[in-house]
């Protein structure tokens, strides 16, 4: 039977979707005090806040600027742990930018469902039926030629006035945009799909560099 330090919750199974975990190997022969003080000046912009605990820093970010070199960041824990002969720096992030691309998704693919749901509830399924009577009843009112006039080539004789209008409304009616569309939220849902996707993996990479370049 598992113990409660073994089992893993769901939320730390689906925390991988908003946090950016990953280690960097300190250079040969830097102290942990050297790493963390070559770190800090990454925190030293506004509405950053850091507090050092031993091999520790914690961070919270609060309406951080876009020229923040961690403005994808909103908290964090940046600690450094031996490793072999050397030591790394452990660094576990949260950012409610990749939480926010990540549900913009499932928001607008419920939109669509919505709006696909709306649409069918606007058209009944008595216009269907409506619509088979119309074409049975203009079969019917159909003006035929006779064989000998179809024999002497004689042309058909034109529909009655109120046949036209009929025509007429049947086009404008066919030609009339829907009023209920999916489209626009599948292409928002696409969007943002690819712009987590992308944001998930480039961030995941440039903060390991910036971590390494720092540190070097």
């Excluded at 908290?75 to 990749?98: D, F, T």
């Excluded at 009577?133 to 006039?149: A, G």
Aim: proline letters at 8%.
């Amino acid at each position: 039977m598992a113990t409660p330090a073994e089992k893993v919750s769901p939320l730390r199974l689906m925390d991988w979707i908003w946090r950016l975990r990953g280690e960097v190997p300190l250079p040969a022969g830097q102290t942990a005090d050297e790493a963390l003080g070559k770190l800090e000046p990454l925190f030293a912009h506004p509405g950053t806040t850091h507090a050092r605990m031993g091999d520790l820093i914690a961070v919270t970010k609060k309406d951080q600027l876009a020229q923040d070199p961690l403005s994808v960041v909103d908290s964090g824990v940046l600690h450094i742990v031996p490793a072999g002969e050397g030591a790394v720096l452990r660094y576990n992030l949260m950012s409610r930018a990749l939480l926010w691309c990540f549900l913009a998704p499932l928001l607008f693919l419920g939109v669509a469902q919505l709006t696909i749901a709306l649409g069918k509830l606007e058209k009944p399924p008595t216009e269907e039926k409506s619509k088979k009577d119309d074409k049975k009843k203009d079969k019917k009112s159909e003006i035929q030629l006779s064989p000998v006039d179809k024999f002497l080539g004689a042309p058909a004789p034109e529909k009655p006035k109120d046949e036209k209008d009929k025509d007429k409304k049947k086009k404008a009616e066919e030609e009339a945009p829907e009023g209920f569309s999916p489209t626009p939220a599948y292409v928002f849902a696409g969007i943002f799909a690819a712009l987590y996707i992308l944001g998930r993996i480039l961030e995941a990479i440039l903060i390991r560099r910036l971590f390494q370049r720092t540190l070097a």
